[in-house]
Nanobody, 125 residues
Framework: QVQLVESGGGLVRPGESLRLSCVVP????????MDWYRQAPGQERELIAH???????NYADSVKGRFTISRDNAKNTVYLQMNTLKPEDTAVYYC???????????????????WGQGTLVTVSS
């Protein structure tokens, strides 16, 4: 059973910061890009940050300049540093990985997605 274990959510006031963490099994983390998604009440889950194995990053416009995704390969952990939080950032945050592996000597591959359990971030005064 593959588990992505998240931590770091909580209740903060507008303008404050939080850092989310997600620990990933090493065999998956070392060869995979990582993502953070969020889902606000009544809304669809949205991709907000991505980091490749080489450290290249992409962000949704809604968080660009405020959030930073990073990875620590020694700890097989991905982080989401969230600064200048706004009430509209209130959501459940999920880490995500799409793991690809080789299944035979011909080089055929298979893919599977894994999600963290979700951590609630509430931004309110």
């Amino acid at each position: 059973q593959v588990q992505l274990v998240e931590s770091g959510g909580g209740l903060v006031r507008p303008g404050e910061s939080l850092r989310l963490s997600c620990v990933v099994p090493r065999r998956i983390f070392s060869s995979s890009s990582m993502d953070w998604y969020r889902q606000a009440p009544g809304q669809e889950r949205e991709l907000i940050a991505h980091i490749g194995t080489g450290g290249n990053t992409n962000y949704a416009d809604s968080v660009k300049g405020r959030f930073t995704i990073s990875r620590d390969n020694a700890k097989n952990t991905v982080y989401l540093q969230m600064n200048t939080l706004k009430p509209e950032d209130t959501a459940v945050y999920y880490c995500h990985v799409e793991f690809t592996w080789v299944v035979n000597v011909e080089g055929a591959t298979a893919k599977r997605e894994y999600w963290g359990q979700g951590t609630l971030v509430t931004v309110s005064s």
